[in-house]
Nanobody, 122 residues
Framework: QVQLVESGGALVQAGGSLRLSCAAS????????MGWFRQSPGKEREYVAS????????PYADSVKERFTISRDNGKNTVYLQMNNLKPEDTAIYLC???????????????WGQGTQVTVSS
């Protein structure tokens, strides 16, 4: 079993930056691809970005390209999402997940965190 806990969400003004963290416990993350997703009220869960177990980047969602960067530190069992130039439409609950790279791109995963709220004011 893998337990995932997200942190770093906050209220920020448009144009600002945040770095989200997803810490894992229970098992090492090194054998899993990791992904970030977001969900807003009334909308389906949206894929944001993912990264392979070795740090290889998967495609970003078009809506976050050039603004968000995913990274991981297997030694710390943590994956990060650096979010720059935030926009009001980025407001959502951000969740991380662990699983196979091919599954994460399809918004499915083996393990999920509870999420952290990001609110971007205009």
């Amino acid at each position: 079993q893998v337990q995932l806990v997200e942190s770093g969400g906050a209220l920020v003004q448009a144009g600002g930056s945040l770095r989200l963290s997803c810490a894992a416990s229970g098992r090492t993350l090194s054998s899993y691809a990791m992904g970030w997703f977001r969900q807003s009220p009334g909308k389906e869960r949206e894929y944001v970005a993912s990264i392979t177990w070795s740090g290889g980047k998967q495609p970003y969602a078009d809506s976050v390209k050039e603004r968000f960067t995913i990274s991981r530190d297997n030694g710390k069992n943590t994956v990060y999402l650096q979010m720059n130039n935030l926009k009001p439409e980025d407001t959502a609950i951000y969740l991380c997940a662990a699983g196979r790279a091919s599954d994460l791109i399809r918004s499915t995963g083996d393990y999920w965190g509870q999420g952290t709220q990001v609110t971007v004011s205009s």
